[in-house]
């Protein structure tokens, strides 16, 4: 873990006049969203060390039920309309299931009563000392966001709301706009540097990025129009025009997308600066040591497999550590092997 370096105003700044209207747009409607969250008394930031020791049933088939549902009403919608275009479809679906101040399925997730899902206080979790005001969004929320299971990765309800919400924002500025992957990434790194991670938590996550990245090939593989950046063989279309009328060609299972690099406690997030680190570090080794070590061990053992699977994009997406972890077993494979 470390200190993320960079001026994030700098950083913005680098952004066409476009991109800049868009963070001014996009900090009014955190405003909101932070507004709604200090009425709820929760927060969307999560704990995914002290959940290790909560056993949770799968959401995986909830949620996979609930985007085809929803990918159906779509599609019934514009064909009653008799809507054609692909800009619909795409505007219409991110409707439907993203959104900018949430996501409609992250809120699906967190009310309803088949969802298995686990919160903690804030003062019981690894962010007890933060309670300062320059950290506004944890001084105020009293509890933590929720956790589920997906296929046995536990992840927070956030992080489907990024990948359908950032992730439909990488896919409009990737693709829709070319402006090409490194500029969608870096998008998403700012956003982490200001209004979602720095500025209102002090906390950056690269599981939020990551999450961002697998939404954006979800909507590449809406009607597979582009090439998917890591998987030739990816799953899609999942929607196609067959005699002026939309029908959806596959079902969407989210297995394909949630691995452990969605995992907070597997993909360290870094912070703001010394101060916070100091705070929130030491409760993450002491959780870690009463729940026992063994339990984070997953993290290790798919760190190469994870690094393999989004490279080239590894280095914007992983906390140092992973890479650091995932070379080392490469340098023991290559050597047990003898390719040095």
């Not at 690094?307 to 070379?327: G, M, Q, S, T």
Request: proline residues 3%; charged residues 20%.
């Amino acid at each position: 873990m470390g200190i993320h370096e960079g001026s994030a105003i700098g950083f913005m700044l680098q952004y066409e006049p476009k991109m800049i209207k868009t963070f001014f747009s996009s900090v009014i409607l955190i405003f909101l969203t932070t507004v709604i969250h200090i009425q709820n008394v929760s927060g969307s930031e999560i704990d995914s060390y002290n959940v290790r020791n909560i056993q949770l049933p799968d959401t995986l088939a909830v949620l996979n039920i609930e985007c085809n549902r929803r990918i159906d009403l779509v599609l019934s919608y514009l064909n009653d309309k008799k809507i054609t275009n692909e800009a619909a479809l795409y505007r219409h679906l991110s409707w439907a299931l993203g959104g900018n101040v949430g996501s409609k399925m992250q809120f699906f997730l967190e009310k309803n009563s088949n969802v298995a899902a686990w919160s903690v206080m804030k003062n019981d979790s690894i962010y007890k000392e933060m309670n300062s005001w320059t950290t506004p969004a944890l001084k105020v929320w009293s509890r933590l966001g929720r956790i589920i299971n997906v296929n046995n990765v536990y992840i927070g309800t956030d992080k489907i709301g990024h990948a359908l919400g950032q992730g439909y924002s990488y896919f409009k500025i990737a693709y829709l706009q070319n402006g090409g992957i490194t500029r969608a990434l870096a998008y998403g790194e700012m956003t982490e540097k200001t209004y979602y991670g720095y500025t209102s938590t002090g906390i950056y996550s690269y599981a939020d990025l990551v999450a961002n990245f697998q939404g954006m090939r979800f909507w590449i593989h809406i009607l597979y129009k582009y090439p998917d950046p890591l998987d030739s063989h990816a799953p899609g279309p999942y929607v196609a025009l067959k005699d002026n009328s939309w029908i959806r060609l596959r079902n969407v299972d989210w297995a394909y997308y949630i691995d452990p690099a969605w995992d907070e406690s597997c993909n360290q997030s870094i912070y703001r600066d010394e101060r916070i680190a100091q705070k929130i570090i030491p409760r993450i080794e002491d959780t870690k040591e009463r729940i026992g070590r063994k339990k984070f061990e997953i993290c290790k053992t798919a760190a190469q497999k994870l690094v393999e699977r989004y490279y080239p994009f590894h280095e914007y997406l992983f906390n140092k550590d992973i890479i650091y972890i995932a070379d080392y077993q490469g340098a023991v494979i290559r050597q047990a092997s003898g390719a040095y």
